[in-house]
């Protein structure tokens, strides 16, 4: 009788106490509570609906209500677009903006109660415009993205901050500048009039030396610690390491324009000959011409994938972008071609992630490189050369009516 008591005494103290007798309760299995709901919000600001731009991403967050009001605590969900034309979601709801238009995304429980949600996706505009004091020509990166380096007007060189998109120098070079490339060590600014290339250090920001390279110096690319030139007058293109030790070789015609394969290995140079126009692929180490095809035109800019078995060539007059591909053995053929804007002159590729072109003229067009077919076209934006941060986030293009750096987001 005195346990009965005192376990009778205990309950009355917790319950005048506010406290509830514990109790063993089994966990809820999620797939087996009723739901009633799916909720599902996109962006930043959780809204029902939100908009991105072509090639912008968003986050969906998706929360299953139960039929009491309470989350459901369900965690895998099933994720579907309207129109993959416009939007696609992958399996971790990540929706990314394809063309404009608008979309429905579908969220759904693994016993089929769904919610959804609305994005609209819009053209792509000009996210930062960087004055750079003159009419902007080449432009290139640092290594590491941090520093965006132009030569503008006749003799300057501008440096800018590629992280926060603005001007932080401008050095007078006092000759005629036409290319621009840089190792990790180095800046090298070609000047075709002169005969020789200027060499910047890309610690101090200031001018150390010329280089005497005869036959009027003009397309420069760098990979790691060697820049390649291509010598116009000269039928030459030369090799110079940050050492400034220099290695030539003659090459057929006149080389303009030149570009490197993302592993360093191949050299893609237009040369201009007795009956028209070219495009060669050396070897970047020993500097040996693997290969050659005719353009059919005037070529403007290129560029070259990371394995260097495509190049991207751009035929300003015709206003088309001419894609160029190169076997294992070096054999060049041409493959298909696009039309761009009017008069797209500069072209860039990103290799990461979406594989994608930015091609320059009256507007600025991004061009999908795995399906090759034309995208959004950007009013306003470009004009002039291209060039992609390496981290594949950012286009830079210059604008020379508006004596300006236009980036666009990728």
Same mark, same amino acid.
């Given at each position: 009788? $005195? ?7 205990? #309950? #009355? ?7 509830? =007798? ?50 459901? /605590? ?31 995304? *579908? ?21 930062? *415009? +960087? ?5 902007? /020509?080449? +432009?290139?990166?640092? =290594? ?10 006749? %003799? ?10 603005? $001007?932080?120098?401008?050095? %007078? ?10 190792? !990790? ?13 200027? +060499? ?33 007058? !000269? ?31 191949? #050299? ?10 070219? #495009? ?33 060539? *751009? ?45 320059? /003229? ?5 061009? %999908? ?5 034309? /995208?959004?076209? +950007? ?32």
């Amino acid at each position: 009788m $005195r346990r009965v008591e005192m376990g009778r005494l205990k #309950l #009355l103290v917790a319950v005048l106490l506010g406290i509830a =007798p514990i109790a063993c309760l089994s966990p809820m299995d999620p797939d087996k509570i009723p739901l009633a709901s799916v909720r599902v919000a996109v962006g930043e600001n959780g809204l029902n609906t939100d908009t991105i731009q072509v090639r912008g991403t968003m986050r969906v967050q998706a929360r299953a209500v139960a039929r009491e009001g309470f989350d459901a /605590g369900v965690t895998q969900f099933r994720y579907a677009s309207s129109n993959t034309a416009v939007a696609t979601i992958d399996s971790l709801g990540t929706v990314r903006g394809v063309a404009p238009g608008t979309v429905t995304i *579908t969220v759904t429980t693994p016993s089929g109660v769904s919610g959804t949600a609305t994005v609209v996706v819009v053209p792509t505009t000009i996210a930062y *415009t +960087i004055p750079v004091g003159g009419v902007p /020509g080449a +432009i290139a990166f640092s =290594p590491d993205y941090t520093r965006s380096y132009v030569t503008v007007g006749r %003799d300057s060189l501008v440096i800018l901050d590629a992280l926060a998109f603005l $001007r932080l120098a401008s050095l %007078d070079l006092g000759l005629a500048t036409a290319g621009v490339a840089s190792t !990790g060590q180095n800046i090298y600014v070609t000047h075709p009039d002169d005969d020789s290339v200027s +060499i910047v250090s890309a610690a101090t920001k200031q001018l150390t030396g010329r280089l005497a390279i005869p036959g009027s110096p003009r397309g420069i690319v760098a990979r790691g610690s060697r820049a390649w030139v291509t010598a116009t007058d !000269g039928q030459q293109v030369i090799a110079i390491d940050d050492d400034g030790s220099t290695s030539a070789v003659d090459v057929e015609g006149k080389p303009r324009d030149i570009s490197v394969s993302g592993d360093g290995r191949r #050299l893609f140079v237009t040369t201009q000959v007795a009956q028209g126009w070219k #495009l060669l692929v050396l070897d970047a180490e020993t500097l040996e011409t693997a290969g050659s095809v005719t353009l059919p035109g005037a070529p403007g800019d290129l560029a070259a994938n990371d394995d260097g078995s495509t190049a991207y060539v *751009t035929l300003p007059q015709a206003s088309r972008l001419q894609v160029v591909n190169a076997d294992a053995n070096a054999t060049l053929t041409l493959g298909a071609s696009l039309t761009g804007p009017a008069n797209a002159g500069g072209v860039a590729l990103r290799s990461l992630g979406v594989p994608s072109l930015v091609l320059s /003229g009256s507007g600025a067009m991004v061009i %999908d490189a795995q399906q090759f077919i034309a /995208g959004d076209l +950007i009013a306003g934006a470009g004009g002039g050369r291209v060039a992609i941060r390496p981290d594949g986030l950012f286009a830079f293009l210059a604008s020379p009516s508006l004596r300006s750096i236009q980036v666009i987001g990728l």
